[in-house]
C-alpha cells in the first residue's frame, strides 16, 4: 500500500484592498511630481544659490562675479586678529538676542490671550458671533497699515500711548517708548501681539471645538467645577492643537521682519535677524556675506523645529 504525496499548500489569495492601495499610491505619487517640480524651482534653487553664495565674497556693485573663500564669511581672522566673519561679529549676536527675545514674550503674551479669547468665544454666551467677527479686525489689517498707525500712536510729539506715558510718568518729556532703547523691544512685542493674537485664538478656537459636549456634561454629573474641568479636561485635550499653534508661530516670530524693520527701521536696540540679513544683502551689498546670513538663519531655524517636534512629538495630522 503506497503512502499517498501530501498535498501542496494553496497560494493565499491576494487581497484586493492591497492593490487597490497601491495603485492609489502611485496615482497619488505621480499627481505630486508636478507640485514637487514647481517646489524645486521656486524653492530648492534659491536655497542652493543662497548656500554657495555664503561661501563666496561677492559684492553686486563692485564685483563681476563671486569669489570662493570658503567659510570666511562665517569666520575670518585678520593677522591683527580683528574678526570679521559673521559669527565673530556682535551686531550679529545683538540681533540674534533681540529676536529671541521678542519671539519669547510676543509669543507667551499671544498664545496666553489667544487661549482667553479662544475660551471666551467657544462658551454659550450671547454677542459671541459679533466678538468673532471683532477679534479678526487686527488680524484682518495688513501689517505695514498696522505698523505705520503704530508708529504714530508711539509718536513721541503726538503719539497718543507717548502722552500717557508722559502722563503717568512712566516717559519724560518729548520721550517715547520707541525712543527709549530700554522700552522699544517690549513696544514692538506690544504691536505683535495685538496684531497676531486673533491667529493664535482662532487655531485654538479649532482645538476647543473639537472637544465633545459628551464630555463636560459628565463632568458637570461628576461635580466637577469649571477650573477642574480646564486643568484635567480642556487643556489636555487641547495640547495637539496648542503644540501646533506654538510651532507656526514660533517659526514666523524667529523671521520677523516687515513689522520692526517699518516701526524702528535698522535700530541697534530692535534689529532682528532677517533686518540684519537685509542690511548686509540690500543696503551694503554684499551678497556672500548677507547670504552666510540667510543661511544661519535657516539653520537656526530647522534646529529650532527638528528640537520642536520631536521634543513635543507634535503631530500635524
Not at 503506497?2 to 492609489?24: D, E, F, V, Y
Not at 591683527?80 to 561679529?89: M, S
Not at 482667553?116 to 477679534?135: C, D, E, P, Q
Request: net charge neutral.
Amino acid at each position: 500500500m503506497t503512502t499517498p504525496l501530501p498535498s501542496r499548500p494553496t497560494a493565499a489569495p491576494a487581497r484586493p484592498g492591497r492593490g487597490l492601495q497601491a495603485s492609489r499610491t502611485r496615482v497619488a505619487l505621480l499627481l505630486l511630481v508636478p507640485m514637487l517640480l514647481v517646489l524645486a524651482a521656486v524653492a530648492g534653487y534659491p536655497l542652493l544659490r543662497t548656500i554657495y553664495l555664503s561661501f563666496t565674497e561677492y559684492n553686486i556693485l563692485t564685483d563681476p562675479a563671486p569669489r570662493w573663500i570658503g567659510l570666511g564669511n562665517y569666520w575670518f581672522t585678520t593677522e591683527d586678529g580683528v574678526g570679521l566673519g559673521v559669527l565673530q561679529i556682535p551686531e550679529w549676536w545683538q540681533s540674534v538676542w533681540n529676536t529671541v527675545k521678542f519671539t519669547v514674550g510676543s509669543v507667551l503674551l499671544e498664545t496666553v490671550l489667544g487661549l482667553a479669547f479662544a475660551l471666551i468665544i467657544n462658551s454659550k454666551i450671547r454677542g459671541r458671533g459679533l466678538m468673532r467677527t471683532a477679534i479678526l479686525v487686527p488680524w484682518a489689517i495688513p501689517t505695514v497699515v498696522s505698523a505705520q498707525m503704530w508708529n504714530w500712536m508711539y509718536n513721541d510729539s503726538f503719539g497718543i500711548i507717548s502722552s500717557w506715558g508722559q502722563s503717568l510718568g512712566f516717559l519724560q518729556a518729548g520721550e517715547s517708548f520707541l525712543s527709549n532703547p530700554d522700552t522699544a523691544l517690549a513696544a514692538l512685542v506690544a504691536v505683535d501681539v495685538w496684531k497676531t493674537t486673533p491667529f493664535m485664538a482662532l487655531l485654538l478656537l479649532a482645538g476647543l471645538q473639537t472637544i465633545p459636549d459628551d464630555m463636560y456634561e459628565a463632568a458637570d454629573v461628576d461635580g466637577a467645577n469649571k477650573w477642574t474641568q480646564f486643568w484635567r479636561l480642556t487643556l489636555p485635550l487641547l495640547t495637539p492643537a496648542l503644540l501646533v499653534a506654538l510651532i507656526f508661530r514660533t517659526l514666523d516670530a524667529l523671521r520677523v521682519f516687515d513689522m520692526p524693520y517699518i516701526v524702528k527701521g535698522n535700530a541697534p536696540e530692535t534689529i532682528t535677524m532677517s533686518i540684519y540679513a537685509r542690511q548686509e544683502l540690500i543696503l551694503n551689498s554684499q551678497f556672500g556675506f548677507g547670504s552666510a546670513i540667510s543661511v544661519l538663519i535657516f539653520l537656526i531655524i530647522m534646529v529650532f523645529t527638528a528640537i520642536y517636534v520631536t521634543s513635543l512629538r507634535v503631530k500635524f495630522d
